[in-house]
């Protein structure tokens, strides 16, 4: 999850290596539904449209937050929210808003900050710190879905949250 344009669909596909699975685009807003990724059977990766494009009208909007608030409430089979956001800018009141919606509701989540690939490593250890910092968490993953810069890390913690509900007894989806 993350803004329109952030870069939710790349990262999947940089995640997995497989380029134009799930449909990336330079207009914001190209992902208009909840997109499901069934990876081996083995778990899904969903890939949900992004928030705060400006020329969303406000029916669009509204309906946009039904969608995820419902979807965030029921999917009890959930066991990691990534919260994606563009290294190069400070994490905006809607992020912020993401973020609290995902405590409200209990959820397990991880900040990714992505397009890292664009700042110089002074850059990256500067948006490092504010992300850190704007969103209260230490939870916090570099990324660039171009040279794929914190995809192991990434994967890590996905498996672990994995491991950790299949140790809980909730079952798989
Ligand atoms: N340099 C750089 N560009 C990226 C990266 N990730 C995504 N992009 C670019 O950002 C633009 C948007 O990427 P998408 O993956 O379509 O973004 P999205 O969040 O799925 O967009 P919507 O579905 O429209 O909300 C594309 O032009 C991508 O090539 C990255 O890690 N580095
Ligand atoms: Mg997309």
């Known amino acids: ?8 669909s790349s990262l999947i596909n940089s995640l997995l290596g497989v380029k134009g699975l799930a449909r990336t685009s ?3 807003g190209r992902t208009q539904a909840l997109n499901f ?13 992004g928030y705060g494009y400006a020329k969303v009208s406000k029916a669009d909007r509204q309906h946009w937050g039904k969608l995820i608030e419902k979807y965030l409430a029921q999917r009890s089979t959930l066991v990691l929210c990534i919260l994606i956001v563009d290294a190069r800018h400070e994490p905006s009141p809607l992020d912020l808003q993401m973020k609290s919606w995902l405590e409200h509701f209990g ?4 900040v990714v900050t992505t397009k890292i690939d664009k700042l110089s490593a002074n850059e990256q250890r500067a948006s490092l710190l504010r992300a850190q910092k704007v969103l209260a968490t230490e939870r916090l993953i570099p990324y660039s879905a171009f040279t794929r810069a914190g995809a192991k890390q990434l ?4 498996r672990t ?13």
């Open 37 to 49: 990724f069934d990876i081996n059977g083995e778990m899904l990766f969903v890939d949900l449209p």
């Open 1 to 8: 999850m993350g803004r329109s344009n952030v870069g939710k």
């Open 26 to 28: 330079s207009t914001p």
């Open 155 to 158: 994967w890590d913690a996905i």
């Open 161 to 173: 949250s994995l491991t950790l509900r299949q140790e809980s007894g909730l079952g798989s989806h």
């Open 107 to 110: 959820l397990s989540f991880l």
